[in-house]
């Protein structure tokens, strides 16, 4: 979500490029770079409707977070903030508690095992003061009454490029290769209070394992682990009762359901819901066990049938 | 019944406070008003101690966060434009409008849209409507041939990704009769800023750079300019063929002209303005070990752009560019006496608080005390003046930001290379400025409109200094009830008998006398426009002639409305005093011991000769000028000035001022 009222501004001495760095190295609004939702619809409003899944039937897929009990979310959230809010887009505040309303909902329906809060703004660990779902964790990049400060300024274009939770946040991930397996502790404990200017401050309360085990590549960088089954993923939290069925390789995808989902699904083509196709089907189903062509014939027998008696009764 | 007794005290307790305080201070009242207005003065003259550092209001605006990009490429082609136009004017006119040819030439180059403006400049007739409305040229277009015409030109960017609503303007006032090297110098400097910001990507506004032809008055050009461009006319082609028929002995000029296919002579406008800037090199004054930039801020009747606009020009200027930024002040009171006096009283004050505690650290030493009185004192003469200290005052009128600020050297600029690091300095500095002027998405808004500087960066915002004038102004209606209980309590002894019976009505005939009295003012402001009429009359004779016809008008009305001279006519005065902020309360009760009523008696002189607005201001004159060059004429020359200037001292010295004063007069010579 971008607010995305920077890259094309006519100030911008730069059109359509936005760096992080004075050095102008990494243009953040390349063509590799994905946004879902920019402009007039980076709203709270939205924000909320794609954390806890409830759209309008016509969002189409790339702007809903599709995850499921067993994804690791990590939402990071920049811009102006205060006590308790973070403000978009110059109108609008998105509240602690809303935010923890949100989470709340997340869990109920099982939308993430793990979720990462990071948010730098000013007063930013006010905004997850909140929270109260198992599995999330927060860090913020000041305590409340602190304010977060901006890096560097850019002489060339004028504003401050980047601030300085973001930029310790990449220096350190700079740092690691691939394979490293840094943990989430040795990130956290990365900030210093004199160089941010600011205390970084996290929450773990909520969070059931601890931090040291945790390697940062669960939320940064997407590398997953992988379990091979030969059974249809089920998930983590449900017991294995229904019966599964195999699915059909047709569909690559693997869907979650019952038997008797399955065979309503099998049931269930494009072409099931019209009518006429509907009545062909019933046709098709009856005619199985018969010879088409000797229905031919009978009929066209019927029809001779007719147009004699017809005639001999007309003259 | 004791619950409903003690209920009934207990309201009438509570107001009794209030009551008690407000008798106290009725009846206190002379004590009061003095002690009020002592410490009226005391505020006034603290003014400069409790001035606070500027600060930048507005964030967007960030000045001096972009490195500018005005190169010696861009000074080059100033110091081109520099020589074409010495050599212009070298080689004599035919025209005369050789400049403006040449100028527009340069920026079609730079592929702006360009056009020239025609305009003729006001006369200096007392019109009374052009107090209440701004469009004053409208009675003078009937002109004949001795009205004086002058040529605009200018020249409009595009921003290439802005929205095209908004605009930052520039203007180069020069002379264009005889253009002398500072002009050639600030044209130069206009065009470079012209041509590099052609070039920038970061514009969001147009650009306007109006090069304004002063021969007649550099005012006159700018606001005949902005009155065209936000008043625009439609009109059929047969009144355009009309309106140049006019101008064909001027200029020799083919209807429809046209440079590089584009019409040069349509009016051509670019949105609001946000801010304007109306810079120019002045001549190399002083031997200072900096290059100096002054700052005119005042426009007309007191206005003032908002004080971002002057934070970031200080600001660029001396962080950046390395200039001495200086505002206006009057400069005989620097070396007055009195103020150092007072100044080193302050001074040996503020050590003595900081001896008690250190963190009462408000003092400043005399030196900077006497400048900064001189500075709010300047700061204070031409708001109230109400006449504008430069160009930019036309754009006031407008609503838009302006100021004008002049680049002096500390060389003399004969030398190119003395020109181009000038130039080169001059040119980053305006370029910061429309840099972060850029930056606005909204009009100033955040910083003060009402303020004076005591230092360039030091000011005091309007809830500082209205305090003095608020305490100067608060006797007044108090003495007016105490005036007013006395009549009351003294009885109707000394007045006619037959008014007696109108108890309660006795002040309609106070009002009466105010509202004749107010009616002669008028009468008399309004006379002017007529003196004025008289063909080839001298200043002196115009004053005569004005007073002898307001006393002789003054004492008709006197002879025809008779006048009921009663106590209530003091009671009149102090119903119009309040509204004077100037007007020492005159104390009008004479009983009292010998000394004492020869002493009010001596004051009550001395003030009402002050008060006489044509005899304060020649003492004025005579204190700042010496008195040798004094003479009636004087008033007559500044009440022409202050009426071309529409400015609204005029009728509060009128309508106000001396209807307070021969009320004064009424009542001291009451019998």
């Known amino acids: ?315 | 019944m004791p619950a409903e007794k003690d209920e009934a005290k207990e309201p009438r307790a509570r107001p009794r406070l209030i009551i008690f305080m407000a008798s106290f201070l009725v009846s206190h009242s002379t004590l009061f008003s003095v002690v009020c207005c002592i410490a009226g003065l005391i505020a006034l003259l603290l003014l400069p101690i409790l001035a606070k550092s500027t600060y930048i209001s507005e964030n967007a605006l960030m000045p001096g966060s972009a490195n500018p990009v005005f190169s010696g490429q861009d000074v080059s082609e100033a110091s081109r434009l520099v020589k074409d136009i010495t050599e212009t004017q070298k080689m004599g006119k035919t025209t005369g409008i050789e400049i403006q040819r040449l100028i527009i030439q340069r920026m079609a180059d730079v592929g702006a849209e360009v056009y020239y403006h025609k305009f003729q400049s006001q006369s200096n007739q007392f019109h009374p409507f052009r107090f209440f409305s701004c469009d004053s040229n409208s009675a003078v277009t009937e002109s004949n041939s001795n009205t004086s015409n002058g040529l605009n030109t200018v020249g409009i960017i595009r921003a290439p990704r802005g929205d095209g609503k908004e605009a930052i303007v520039l203007v180069t006032p020069y002379n264009s009769e005889y253009v002398k090297l500072n002009d050639a110098l600030s044209l130069g400097l206009g065009f470079s800023i012209f041509s590099h910001l052609s070039r920038v990507s970061w514009l969001a506004k147009d650009i306007l750079w109006l090069a304004a032809d002063s021969r007649y008055g550099e005012y006159s050009s700018v606001s005949a300019w902005l009155k065209d461009y936000h008043n625009p006319v439609f009109f059929s082609s047969e009144n355009v063929d009309a309106n140049v028929t006019h101008d064909k002995d001027f200029l020799n000029m083919e209807n429809k002209n046209m440079l590089n296919g584009r019409n040069v002579d349509v009016f051509k406008r670019a949105g609001t303005m946000a801010a304007a800037m109306v810079f120019k090199v002045g001549e190399a004054m002083e031997r200072d070990p900096r290059d100096i930039l002054t700052i005119y801020a005042e426009a007309s009747n007191g206005q003032m752009p908002n004080l971002d606009l002057i934070n970031v020009v200080h600001y660029l200027a001396v962080h950046r560019q390395g200039f001495r930024v200086n505002i206006g002040k009057l400069a005989s009171l620097v070396n007055s006496a009195w103020l150092n006096l007072v100044g080193q009283i302050l001074e040996w004050l503020g050590n003595l608080a900081k001896n008690l505690n250190p963190k009462w650290n408000f003092g400043i030493s005399s030196a900077d005390y006497a400048e900064g009185a001189a500075t709010v004192a300047s700061s204070m003469y031409h708001q109230a003046l109400g006449v504008p200290t430069g160009s930019h005052g036309a754009f006031r009128d407008y609503q838009v930001d302006a100021i004008t600020f002049s680049f002096s050297s500390r060389f003399y600029l004969n030398n190119e290379n003395m020109q181009s690091s000038f130039i080169l300095r001059g040119g980053r500095l305006i370029e910061g400025v429309i840099r972060s002027v850029n930056n606005l998405l909204e009009k100033f808004h955040q910083s003060f409109f009402l303020y004076m500087m005591t230092a360039p960066n030091k000011f005091v915002s309007v809830g500082v200094y209205m305090i003095g004038f608020a305490l100067l102004a608060l006797p007044l209606p108090v003495v007016a009830a105490s005036l007013f209980l006395n009549h009351k309590a003294t009885g109707f002894t000394g007045t006619e008998e037959a008014k007696i019976a109108f108890g309660s009505w006795q002040w309609l005939y106070a009002a009466k006398t105010v509202l004749m009295i107010d009616l002669w003012a008028l009468i008399a402001s309004l006379m002017p426009y007529f003196i004025s009429q008289i063909p080839n009359i001298s200043p002196t004779e115009s004053t005569l002639l004005w007073v002898a016809l307001s006393v002789s008008i003054l004492a008709v009305l006197y002879v025809i409305l008779g006048s009921p001279y009663s106590h209530s006519a003091q009671i009149g005065a102090l119903l119009i005093v309040p509204m004077c902020l100037v007007v020492r309360p005159l104390k009008k009760h004479m009983q009292g011991a010998l000394i004492l009523r020869a002493l009010s008696l001596v004051c009550n002189l001395v003030m009402v000769v002050i008060g006489f607005p044509p005899a304060a201001l020649l003492l004025m004159k005579g204190f700042s000028e010496g008195f040798e060059g004094v003479g009636i004429g004087a008033v007559w020359e500044v009440a022409e000035f202050l009426w071309v200037w529409n400015s609204a001292t005029y009728l509060y010295v009128f309508l106000v001022h001396l209807p307070c004063w021969v009320l004064c007069i009424h009542i001291l010579l009451h019998p």
């Open chain 1, 1 to 315: 979500m971008l607010a995305d009222d920077m890259a094309c501004n006519a100030r911008n001495s730069y059109p359509a490029q936005v760096f992080n760095n004075e050095n102008h190295m990494l243009n953040l609004y390349g063509d590799n770079v994905e946004v879902d939702y920019r402009g007039y619809e980076v709203t709270v409003e939205n924000f909320l409707r794609v954390l806890t899944g409830r759209h309008e039937t016509a969002v189409p897929r790339s702007k809903r977070l599709l995850s499921d009990e067993g994804s690791h979310i990590l939402v990071y959230m920049t811009g102006h903030g205060g006590d308790e809010f973070l403000k978009f887009q110059d109108n609008e505040e998105l509240q602690s508690h809303d935010l923890a309303d949100a989470v709340k909902q997340m869990k109920e329906k099982h939308r993430f095992k793990e979720l990462l809060i990071m948010v730098d703004t000013c007063q930013a660990a006010t905004l997850f003061s909140q929270l109260q779902s198992p599995g999330v964790l927060a860090i913020g990049s000041s305590k409340k009454g602190e304010n977060s400060y901006s890096h560097h300024l850019d002489s060339d274009i004028g504003v401050s490029v980047v601030d300085r939770f973001t930029y310790y946040t990449l220096a350190f991930f700079e740092k690691l290769n691939m394979y490293s397996n840094a943990s989430l502790s040795s990130l956290f404990n990365s900030y210093d209070s004199h160089l941010l200017m600011s205390t970084a401050s996290y929450r773990e309360d909520l969070y059931r394992r601890p931090l040291s085990e945790v390697p940062v590549t669960n939320f940064f960088g997407s590398v997953m682990k992988t379990f091979h089954t030969d059974f249809a993923y089920t998930g983590f939290s449900m017991e294995p009762e229904a019966h599964i069925s195999l699915v059909s390789e047709t569909d690559s995808r693997r869907t979650l359901g019952s038997e008797n989902a399955q065979t309503e699904a099998a049931n269930h083509n494009a072409k099931d819901n019209c009518p006429f196709h509907a009545w062909l089907k019933v046709l098709e189903d009856k005619l199985d066990n018969e010879n088409a062509e000797k229905l031919v014939l009978y009929g066209l027998g019927s029809m001779v049938l007719l147009l004699a008696i017809s005639t001999l009764l007309s003259v």
